[in-house]
C-alpha cells in the first residue's frame, strides 16, 4: 500500500486517449476531477469536457447528462473547426469515481449515437476510477475499448498491455511506488555534475536518452547540449548518443513526437549512435541498453527519462574495476541520472553516483513539437 500520492488511473486513461488523437474527453463527473489533467490536456490540443454531476445525481443517475453533454460536445467540434477527422467524430467517455461507483452504463451511448452532422460518431468508453491500485490500469481500459471497437489491432492491444504493466513493475520495485511513503527531496546534484562535466577531458561519454513519450521533449534537451558543449569547447571527449525514438512504434502521437525529437538531433548535427525502440517501450529496454554500453565501455553515462528503468548497477559492478582510462581520476564508471518528481530523487540515488531532477517536466512538454530547455540543459548552455 502507497501512502504519497500517485498519479490517478482516470488521468492515465485520458493521456492514453489523447495518443490515441480523440477529438473531445468527457469526463462523466462533477466539473472539478481531475481538473489539473483536464487543464493540462487543452493546452496539448484535446478538448475536455465534464458531465457536471451533483449530488442529485448521485442518487438518481446522469446518464441523460452524458447523452447531453456527447450532443454538445459534438455541436461546439463542428461550429469551432475542432474535429481532427473529416468524416468522424472519435470522442472518449471517461468514467470517475461518482458515476462508476452507482454503476453508471457508459457503454450504452455507444449504440446511442452513430451519425451527426453527416459523420461517423465513435465513442470510446472507459470504465474505470480512481481507486484501482494502478495508474496503468486507466491506460489499459482504454486499449481494452479500442480493441473492442477496432481502433486497434489485437497484435498492438497485447503490446501495449504488456508495455503499461512493465512500466507499473519498474515503479514498484525501482522507482516513486517501491516503498509505502518516500519524503519528496527538492535539492539534487546540480552543482557536482556540472563540476564533473568542466572537468572531462578525452573520455568517453554516453549520453542515453530513456524517457517516457511526450517527455522525451525536455529530457533530450541536456543530452543535446552536452553534445554541443563538448564541440564547442573542444573537450575531445568521444560522446555515444543511445535514445529510444524508434519512430514506426506505436501510437500515431509517440511516432510523430519521436519524429520532431529525431530532427533536432539532426539539426543540431548529432550522430546517433543507437536506437533502442520507441517512446513507450522505456520500461522494457535495459537489456538493449546495457549491451550497447558494454560495448562502449564508457567513463561517464547521463541516462535521461526514467533512469531507474535501466538496470544499470548490471553495467557497474561488472565494470568499475575494470575500466583502465588514465584521464578518469577514479578509474571506474560515473553515472548520473536525470528525472523528474521530487520523490524520484531517492531512487535514483540509490542506483546512480547523482541524481537531476527536472520539476515539472510533464507540464511543460504537453502541446509541444519541439526539444523544450531543461533546467540542466540550459546550465549547460551557458557554460
Given at each position: 500500500m502507497i501512502l504519497h500520492p500517485r498519479p490517478s488511473p482516470i488521468a492515465a486513461s485520458m493521456y492514453q486517449l489523447r495518443d490515441i488523437v480523440v477529438d473531445a474527453i468527457i469526463l462523466h463527473g462533477p466539473s472539478g476531477c481531475c481538473f489539473r489533467t483536464a487543464r493540462l490536456l487543452e493546452t496539448d490540443g484535446v478538448s475536455v469536457f465534464t458531465t457536471a454531476m451533483n449530488d442529485n445525481d448521485f442518487i438518481f443517475g446522469a446518464?441523460?447528462?452524458l447523452n447531453n453533454t456527447i450532443n454538445e460536445v459534438i455541436d461546439y467540434l463542428e461550429n469551432n473547426k475542432k474535429t481532427k477527422y473529416n468524416e468522424k467524430y472519435i470522442i472518449g467517455i471517461v468514467g470517475t469515481c461518482a458515476s462508476m461507483i452507482i454503476g453508471e452504463d457508459i457503454f450504452?451511448?455507444?449504440d446511442d449515437f452513430k451519425e451527426k452532422n453527416g459523420k461517423e460518431i465513435i465513442l470510446i468508453p472507459v470504465d474505470i476510477h480512481s481507486g484501482l491500485n494502478d495508474n496503468t490500469v486507466g491506460a489499459i481500459r482504454v486499449m481494452e475499448t479500442c480493441k473492442m471497437l477496432g481502433i486497434i489491432s489485437n497484435e498492438e492491444f497485447?503490446?501495449?498491455?504488456?508495455?503499461?504493466?512493465?512500466?507499473?513493475?519498474i515503479e514498484k520495485t525501482r522507482g516513486m511506488a517501491k516503498e509505502k511513503y518516500i519524503k519528496p527531496n527538492y535539492d539534487d546534484d546540480l552543482d557536482g555534475v556540472i563540476k564533473l562535466l568542466k572537468n572531462s577531458e578525452?573520455?568517453?561519454i554516453a549520453c542515453v536518452l530513456n524517457a517516457k513519450k511526450e517527455t522525451a521533449y525536455i529530457f533530450a534537451n541536456p543530452l543535446i547540449e552536452i553534445n554541443k558543449y563538448n564541440i564547442k569547447?573542444?573537450?575531445n571527449n568521444k560522446i555515444y548518443n543511445i535514445v529510444n525514438l524508434d519512430n514506426t512504434i506505436g501510437l500515431n502521437k509517440v511516432k510523430n513526437d519521436a519524429t520532431n525529437i529525431l530532427k533536432e538531433y539532426e539539426l543540431n548535427?548529432?550522430?546517433i549512435d543507437y536506437i533502442s525502440g520507441g517512446l513507450d517501450e522505456y520500461a522494457v529496454l535495459s537489456d538493449k541498453?546495457?549491451?550497447?554500453?558494454?560495448?562502449?565501455?564508457?567513463?561517464?553515462?547521463?541516462?535521461s527519462g526514467v533512469p531507474h528503468a535501466i538496470f544499470i548497477e548490471q553495467l557497474t559492478e561488472l565494470n568499475n574495476n575494470n575500466n583502465t582510462n588514465k584521464n578518469n581520476k577514479n578509474n571506474k564508471i560515473i553515472t548520473i541520472g536525470i528525472s523528474d518528481g521530487p520523490r524520484t530523487y531517492g531512487p535514483i540515488k540509490e542506483l546512480y553516483n547523482y541524481g537531476i531532477i527536472e520539476l515539472d517536466a510533464h507540464s511543460k512538454v504537453l502541446g509541444k513539437n519541439k526539444v523544450v530547455k531543461s533546467r540542466l540543459g540550459e546550465i549547460i548552455s551557458y557554460l
Open positions: 446518464l441523460d447528462k450504452s451511448t455507444i497485447n503490446r501495449q498491455k504488456y508495455l503499461l504493466e512493465k512500466a507499473t513493475e578525452n573520455l568517453k569547447n573542444n573537450k548535427n548529432i550522430n541498453v546495457i549491451n550497447k554500453l558494454k560495448e562502449i565501455n564508457p567513463d561517464i553515462i547521463f541516462v
